[in-house]
């Protein structure tokens, strides 16, 4: 660390050099504000800094009145992802592989595309779509959240808004009636920072980050649905089927 550096960061480094390394193992104590003054001979200040970094990397826990401990290692449980089943038949084939229960709520209204949402679909900017939120549950605990999109004209005669605890009608299914069989799937993943609603909603501890799925299924050329789902990343590990094609000759 060089001389220059917030005297904090020395507290932070050999804290976090001994999670890492095992010297404190998950569940381990961390020393209070205190003793970390005595041992690194910082301040308060530093010391409570040097917490709270630990914390915002998710290395360490705070349990309130009881101090801060080295967070467990979790086990992260396959999240499987196929280029045609249902997001939502997927979680729930995850969730009884693991002997738990999947639930949902969700909701569906009309409202107007926003630019990127009307780029997805290939639609006007401010174009009409069913908008759909929901939370997927194993157990009763948040696991998922999924926002989908698509055409308002899909959604026609259907009466606005709706919502519900348990399963909707397939995608596939919905889609199939409506003339548009899906023949795609295409999903981008990318790792951030949850806002605070989906750190509420999802009851992450502090410092963890989501796995971001943008999800767009495909008729032929055109994009029918759109999909925005957020995974914790402390739970879950993408796992994708990909079926080949026949192989090219001289491959």
Same mark, same amino acid.
């Given at each position: 660390? !060089?001389?220059?550096?917030? /005297?904090? %960061?020395?507290?932070?480094?050999?804290?976090?050099?001994?999670? #890492?390394?095992?010297? +404190?193992?998950?569940?381990?104590?961390?020393?209070?504000?205190v003793q970390l003054t005595q041992r690194y001979g910082v301040g308060e200040t530093a010391a409570r800094h040097a917490l709270r970094v630990l914390a915002q990397e998710g290395l360490i826990v705070g349990r309130v009145g009881a101090g801060?401990?080295?967070?467990?290692?979790?086990? %992260?449980? =396959?999240?499987?992802?196929?280029?045609? !089943?249902?997001? $939502?038949?997927?979680?729930?084939t995850d969730m009884q592989a693991h002997g738990r229960r999947a639930t949902w709520d969700w909701r569906s209204e009309l409202v107007d595309a926003t630019p990127d949402i009307a780029r997805r679909l290939k639609l006007d900017t401010s174009?009409? /779509? +069913?908008?759909?939120?929901?939370?997927?549950?194993?157990?009763?605990?948040? %696991?998922?959240? /999924?926002?989908?999109?698509?055409?308002?004209?899909?959604?026609?005669?259907? =009466?606005?808004?709706?919502?519900?605890?348990?399963?909707?009608?397939? +995608?596939?299914?919905?889609?199939?009636?409506?003339?548009?069989? #899906?023949?795609?799937?295409?999903?981008?993943?990318?790792?951030? /920072? =949850?806002?605070?609603?989906?750190?509420?909603?999802?009851? +992450?501890?502090?410092?963890?980050?989501? %796995?971001?799925?943008?999800?767009? $299924?495909?008729?032929?050329?055109?994009?029918?649905?759109?999909?925005?789902?957020?995974?914790?990343?402390?739970?879950?590990?993408?796992?994708?089927?990909?079926?080949?094609?026949?192989?090219?000759?001289?491959?």
């Amino acid at each position: 660390m !060089a001389s220059s550096d917030p /005297v904090y %960061l020395r507290v932070v480094e050999d804290l976090r050099r001994q999670i #890492i390394d095992s010297t +404190l193992p998950p569940g381990a104590p961390i020393p209070s504000r205190v003793q970390l003054t005595q041992r690194y001979g910082v301040g308060e200040t530093a010391a409570r800094h040097a917490l709270r970094v630990l914390a915002q990397e998710g290395l360490i826990v705070g349990r309130v009145g009881a101090g801060h401990y080295v967070r467990e290692r979790p086990v %992260l449980s =396959p999240l499987r992802r196929s280029r045609f !089943a249902d997001p $939502h038949d997927l979680f729930t084939t995850d969730m009884q592989a693991h002997g738990r229960r999947a639930t949902w709520d969700w909701r569906s209204e009309l409202v107007d595309a926003t630019p990127d949402i009307a780029r997805r679909l290939k639609l006007d900017t401010s174009a009409p /779509v +069913l908008r759909t939120t929901c939370v997927l549950r194993g157990d009763g605990r948040p %696991l998922q959240l /999924v926002t989908s999109y698509e055409p308002a004209e899909f959604s026609e005669g259907r =009466p606005l808004p709706q919502e519900g605890t348990g399963a909707r009608t397939a +995608l596939s299914a919905r889609m199939a009636a409506a003339g548009v069989p #899906i023949t795609a799937a295409s999903e981008d993943v990318y790792v951030r /920072v =949850p806002r605070p609603d989906e750190s509420d909603r999802l009851e +992450l501890p502090a410092g963890t980050q989501v %796995l971001h799925l943008e999800r767009t $299924h495909w008729s032929g050329d055109r994009p029918v649905e759109t999909s925005d789902i957020v995974v914790p990343g402390d739970k879950f590990r993408l796992t994708y089927t990909i079926p080949i094609s026949d192989p090219i000759p001289g491959a």
